[in-house]
């Protein structure tokens, strides 16, 4: 069965910091990743998505990820972060049947002004 | 607009009082599925389907029912619900099948907070 673990369940950094989030996923065969967002009272949206091609990613707001299949991993990045960066981020992965999105268990993350 | 709507909101009950609430969707995918949200567990999958008439369990189906009657609609019922179904419940919705980048992507609905006294 799938698996995601997301490493950090709380973050806290001023604004201008840079940002990194882990995401380790477990599946053995060809993945599909995701890294969507929660911003306070909202629904998730979605951040960026790797199917194939380039391991580095670029999304909305200025986000990143980078898939490292020999780590099996996800990372998101942002290199400066705002206040309104403040949410909830989920890493997702869905194996290549895609009957199946497994999340990981979100990581808060609190920007500072 | 495409989008995923939920209703209600918002609901508080007690336990024993059955309950459903609704999910609808205007993209005419086919598949759809349920969330439930708690602290530190990130999103567990309650119930999917995969068109009308086709349904099954996800992770955590115990103390939940689903219908497929139509392609657009997804309800979620708790015939006797209980404390530990006080959670935030999205319901999702996505194309299956196909190609391109647009697969696999999930539209989430607003979410429903229940709490269950």
């Known amino acids: 069965a799938q698996s995601v673990s997301q490493h950090n369940h709380h973050v806290i950094l001023s604004e201008a910091a840079s940002l990194e989030l882990g995401c380790n996923y477990s599946y053995g065969g060809t993945v599909n990743l995701f890294w969507y967002v929660q911003y306070p009272g909202q629904h998730l949206q979605l951040l960026l998505k790797?199917?194939?091609?380039?391991?580095l990613v670029k999304g909305i707001k200025g986000f990143e990820a980078e898939f490292i299949k020999s780590k099996f991993s996800f990372n998101l990045r942002k290199p400066s972060v705002q206040w309104s960066d403040t949410a909830e981020y989920f890493c997702a992965v869905v194996g290549s049947a895609g009957n199946k999105l497994t999340f990981g268990g979100g990581t808060r993350v609190l920007v500072k002004p | 607009e495409a989008q995923v709507t939920q209703n209600p909101r918002y609901l508080i009950t007690v336990t024993g009082k059955k309950l459903t609430v609704t999910c609808s969707q205007n993209m005419n995918h086919e598949y759809m599925s349920w969330y439930r949200q708690d602290p530190g567990l990130g999103l567990r999958q309650i119930y999917y389907?995969?068109?009308?008439?086709?349904?099954d369990k996800g992770d955590v189906p115990e103390g939940y029912k689903v219908s497929r009657k139509e392609k657009r609609n997804f309800p979620l019922i708790l015939e006797s619900p209980s404390p530990n179904q006080t959670s935030l419940y999205f319901c999702a919705s996505r194309t299956f099948g196909g190609s391109g980048s647009s697969y696999n992507e999930q539209f989430f609905g607003p979410g429903t907070r229940l709490t269950v006294l």
């Open positions: 790797y199917f194939s091609g380039d391991p």
């Open positions: 389907s995969m068109n009308v008439e086709v349904t």
